[in-house]
């Protein structure tokens, strides 16, 4: 039920109450007519009236009991109206915890959770955007980073490459340099041991 359907509907029920209870529903000749008649049959002596007694009795019995229904109607009406009252804020109460509902409902509408914290969709967009990009910017220099470790990464492999291979020239140089100069002092014990021979 909308806000508007539930103000109309308490106004109204307010209305009805109040024009039920105010309505007095009345038997026989008011006061003022039996007044008037008392006065009407009343016998004039001099100036004076005179009045019966059952008369002043019957008007001052109708008088009482007017009064006595007065006071009751009165009694009710203000019964009815502290009922009415009492309906009303409790009507007032359970309008008041449905607003907060609604407010509750709409923020759940409006927001999202992460992490256990509650964002508006916009926030929770700007962030989860901002991360992204974050992440693409960081992915993005990574990658930049790793191209770059692998263009030296090559260019060591080579270098390591290059000293290998002259380090495997120098080695075959050095064995054969060191069977030369092998043969060469074994020639030249040769010659030695022949000339010592021959002395």
Known sequence: MSKAMFRIAVVGLCVYNIS???????????????????IEKA????????????????LWKNAFDSLVHERRNNATAKSTIAQQQQKLEELKGVLHKQEETLQQSQ????S???????????????????????LSAVSAFCIFR????KKEALYRINLFEDVTEEYKNFKTKAIE???????EL?????KMEELQGVA
């Open 43 to 58: 016998n004039n002596y001099q100036d004076y009236k005179v009045i019966k007694e059952a008369s002043l009795r019957g």
């Open 107 to 110: 923020s759940k509408v409006d």
């Open 20 to 38: 039920a209870t105010a309505e007095i529903i009345q038997t026989g000749p008011t006061l003022e007519n039996q007044y008037k008649a008392v």
């Open 146 to 149: 790793v191209k770059g470790f």
């Open 177 to 183: 340099k060191e069977k030369r100069l092998a043969r």
């Open 112 to 134: 999202i959770s992460l992490l256990g914290i509650d964002l508006s969709k916009g926030s929770y967009n700007t962030f989860m955007w901002s991360l992204i990009l974050g």
């Open 186 to 190: 074994q020639t030249e014990r040769n």
